[in-house]
């Protein structure tokens, strides 16, 4: 089976729950960043991304926070349905170059 | 919608053995990169190129190497297979410029190495 999040933190919710994921990146000078999901066996997924100029950014049923004086990033999955299940992880770019997180798994029960 | 895709979902080799990872994407796409996946590593990026006929190493190119002869076609090339190299293989591509950084990508190799 899909071992790629043997080791990562885990949330837990119940079907119909909001979640929210958190993510604390490194460089202060990055410009742009990513909310990737990714469901077992399968490669990472685009979510949403928000710029270094905006705080908040809606999709659907998704939201993106970001808080340049601490460095943190959350997304925010409104109304969580089983088929949210996967491990999601953000990613930072600086200098061109795409800094990915380790990623936290999402567990929806019914 | 972008589509990328690579050559094998599973593939099982022995040490030693030289190992082709095929990665082709249809969005005209300058951008292409390989990155392994391990757990509790995250995405860790091996090479990447710009243009065809270029490439540029990553965090972690040691035992590997790429080739990149046309514009959608970005290969991972492993001479000496080993042990250490067992992992889940992603491929991505992206656009040139600003508003176009987002990395689309393939479905993942899973290599064994035995």
């Known amino acids: 089976g899909e071992s790629v999040g043997l080791h990562l933190p885990t949330l837990s919710v119940q079907e119909g729950d909001n979640s929210i994921i958190n993510c604390a990146y490194s460089?202060?000078?990055?410009?742009?960043f990513i909310w990737y999901k990714q469901e077992s066996g399968k490669g990472p997924q685009f979510i949403i991304d928000i710029r270094s100029n905006m705080d908040k950014r809606q999709g659907q049923r998704v939201t993106v926070l970001l808080n340049k004086t601490v460095k943190h990033l959350s997304l925010q999955i409104a109304a969580t349905q089983p088929g949210d299940s996967a491990v999601y992880f953000c990613a930072e770019i600086g200098f061109q170059k795409l800094v990915f997180g380790t990623g936290t798994r999402l567990l929806v029960s019914p | 919608d972008v589509k990328v895709t690579q050559s094998s979902r599973y593939l099982v080799k022995r040490t030693g053995e030289k190992v082709f990872l095929e990665c082709v994407q249809d969005?005209?796409?300058?951008?292409m990169f390989w990155y392994r996946q391990d757990p509790g590593l995250g995405l860790r990026l091996i090479y990447f190129s710009y243009d065809v006929k270029m490439k540029e190493k990553g965090d972690i190119p040691e035992g590997y190497s790429v080739s990149r002869e046309k514009k959608e076609r970005f290969s991972l090339i492993l001479e000496s297979a080993s042990t250490n190299q067992t992992s889940m293989y992603l491929c991505?591509?992206?656009?040139?410029?600003?508003?176009?950084?987002?990395?689309?990508f393939g479905p993942g190799t899973r290599l064994l190495v035995l």
């Open positions: 460089n202060s000078a990055s410009d742009y």
């Open positions: 991505a591509s992206t656009g040139a410029g600003a508003g176009r950084e987002t990395q689309y």
């Open positions: 969005m005209d796409h300058e951008n």
